[in-house]
């Protein structure tokens, strides 16, 4: 089956400081998306890619549909502390088939 | 604005005994899944639904199971529970492509 590769697997970060993840994938995907989730919390969408190219912002946060359809980054600028989680990436493959593969996370931490 | 709703929040259960976890969506999605989140795994698709009636399995669909009589509703059922399901669970109701999740429940078996 598909995989998804995310990196890193962790970070550890100051305050204010700028973050930057990808994932890619074996196989070419039709949409990305990014989720967050919080301690104890289920994950929630952060951000929607749909075409190839595509750059994407939501507030401090950016995100990329790599032209080559195999990966997507996130970046985050001036962290703050409700920045700590967990964020995952997620592809969807074929219109009509609804199923996400999902990365196996970053875990952000900020140092105070 | 319930969106996706998972009960229990938490729960013990014995190896070998039965549950059902819940789940209720009002956003007249389709499409509904169950995931287990395991440290370091990622989020793993258990069971997935495209509508009332229709249910499929995932990656990790040993020792559960699920079906589908209504739009809002998909439970998961544990019949014989082990402590290789410890973990959180996960239910999604999915449009087009996002998908929506609901507050998880945390599964500990002893």
């Known amino acids: 089956g598909q995989q998804l590769n995310q990196s890193p697997q962790s970070m550890f970060i100051q305050e204010g400081e700028d973050v930057s993840m990808n994932c890619t994938s074996s196989s070419i995907f039709n949409t990305w998306l990014w989720y967050k989730q919080d301690p104890g919390e289920g994950p929630v969408l952060l951000i929607a890619l749909y075409k190839a190219g595509e750059l994407t912002s939501n507030g401090r946060l950016t995100a990329q549909f790599g032209t080559t359809r195999k990966d997507s980054f996130l970046n985050i600028s001036a962290s703050i502390p409700s920045d700590v989680g967990i964020y995952f990436c997620?592809?969807?493959?074929?219109?009509?088939?609804?199923?996400?593969?999902f990365g196996t996370g970053t875990r952000l931490t900020i140092i105070p | 604005n319930a969106g996706v709703t998972q009960t229990p929040k938490f729960q013990v259960l014995k190896t070998g005994q039965s549950m059902t976890l819940q789940c209720a969506q009002d956003m007249n999605h389709e499409y509904m899944s169950w995931y287990r989140q395991d440290p370091g795994m990622g989020l793993r698709l258990i069971h997935y639904s495209v509508g009332a009636g229709i249910t499929d399995q995932g990656e990790v669909p040993n020792g559960y199971n699920v079906s589908r009589s209504t739009t809002e509703d998909f439970p998961l059922r544990l019949l014989s529970a082990a402590p290789s399901q410890t973990s959180v669970y996960f239910c999604?109701?999915?449009?087009?492509?996002?998908?929506?999740f609901g507050q998880g429940t945390r599964l500990t078996v002893v």
């Open positions: 997620a592809g969807h493959f074929n219109f009509g088939n609804e199923k996400l593969t």
């Open positions: 999604a109701s999915q449009g087009s492509t996002e998908a929506f």
